[in-house]
């Protein structure tokens, strides 16, 4: 498993060491340390360090000898961050994972992390099987795991691969915990500090989010029990994702219900509008040289567009084989004031977000 140490890895590398069909997790990492278990053998190393992954002659030994499946969560997840710097790490580093895994003799499953938002521009009904980059990208984090999926699609002519896009992760749904504060957390202690005047798109374009453990269950789920050579699963809230208004309703009554006297500050509700009309405030923020408000625009302005394209992704094939094994997803509107109320008592806990390679 790569990025293990990562936002989704944690979780994930968590739920591979309860299947029992597991015997053991070697987990790549060279950042932060992996927490002990006993099926877990951490492998320091990094998709960005060669055909070998920065592993020693011997730890590159005995993960070709004994892997039989490769789950890949490694990504650099910054939308701010330059292309080639996004391609280092999200194309050319699982280019350095395909190399590898063309070794293993006994392999027969790769599971590869992607993101819904490879539709980039698109708009309507984004199904499954689909890859097209036809309407362009909003972000070079768009793009490059859109140029990650295309060399995906030659290695699998060769190897046993399957791809799960995942929508926005947003937290547990059982107690509301973020693992790792990310821009849509960002975007919402914004609001709660009256730093976001106005968003881009329509009032119901869908904002597809999901939970943590859902999306951790659902991986394994795929990975373990319904593995199929050459699938494309969109991991996401589909036709549970709310629309942009109501998502901005379900805001103010969590914030409300968290911290009633949040109602007194009179926060203006940001108002939705044009891609257009958001860039041009954008320019003028940072024209006027406020640093507060120029810093917060910094933090939207890299995501906050792709809500001007509005699209809905369908999940039928997911769906249909996490059902077979009892996974439901679980219900936005309900849990949703549970990250609330944590992201607020954690006191918006936003460390800078890093690569996880």
């Known amino acids: 498993m790569t990025g293990a ?8 590398l968590d739920r591979l060491c309860g299947e029992p069909s597991v015997e053991r997790v070697y987990a790549l990492a060279h950042r932060s340390p992996l927490a002990g278990h006993p099926k877990v053998r951490a492998v320091p190393g990094s998709i960005t360090a060669g055909a070998s992954l920065g592993m020693d002659d011997a730890f590159t030994r005995e993960v070709v000898t004994d892997t039989t499946a490769i789950l890949h969560a490694a990504a650099d997840t910054r939308f701010d961050a330059p292309l080639p710097t996004l391609r280092s790490t999200n194309v050319h ?13 006994r392999l027969d499953r790769v599971l590869v992390l992607s993101t819904v938002y490879v539709a980039g521009r698109r708009t309507g009904r984004i199904r499954e099987s689909e890859l097209s980059d ?47 504060p990310a821009a849509f957390h960002h975007a919402l202690r914004l609001y709660y500090q009256s730093l976001a005047p106005m968003l881009p798109g329509e009032p119901d374009s869908p904002v597809d989010v999901i939970a943590s453990d859902y999306a951790a269950d659902a991986l394994v789920t795929l990975l373990c029990r319904e593995f199929r050579p050459g699938a494309r699963w969109h991991v996401c809230a589909g036709d549970d994702a709310p629309g942009l208004n109501e998502l901005l309703d379900l805001t103010i009554a969590a914030f409300l219900a968290s911290r009633p006297a949040w109602r007194r500050r009179a926060i203006a ?24 408000l120029a810093a917060a625009t910094r933090v939207v302005r890299p995501f906050a567009p792709q809500l001007a394209f509005p699209k809905r992704f369908d999940d039928a094939a997911a769906q249909a084989g996490l059902a077979a094994h009892g996974l439901v997803r679980p219900a936005f509107r309900e849990y949703f004031p549970r990250v609330v109320d944590h992201l607020i008592n954690a006191h918006w806990a936003c460390p800078p977000r890093e690569a996880s390679a």
């Open 134 to 180: 036809e309407a362009g990208f909003v972000n070079g984090y768009e793009q490059s795991k859109y140029e990650m999926e295309e060399q995906l699609v030659h290695a699998g002519r060769e190897l046993p691969l399957a791809i799960g896009r995942l929508g926005t992760i947003v937290g547990d749904s059982r107690d509301g915990r973020v693992g790792r």
């Open 5 to 12: 140490a990562g936002a989704a890895g944690a979780s994930v």
């Open 269 to 292: 509700r940001p108002a939705i509008v044009s891609l257009a009309a958001f860039e041009r405030f954008a320019d003028s923020v940072e024209e006027l040289r406020d640093a507060t």
């Open 93 to 105: 580093g699982t280019a350095n994972l395909i190399r590898l895994a063309h070794r293993l003799p």
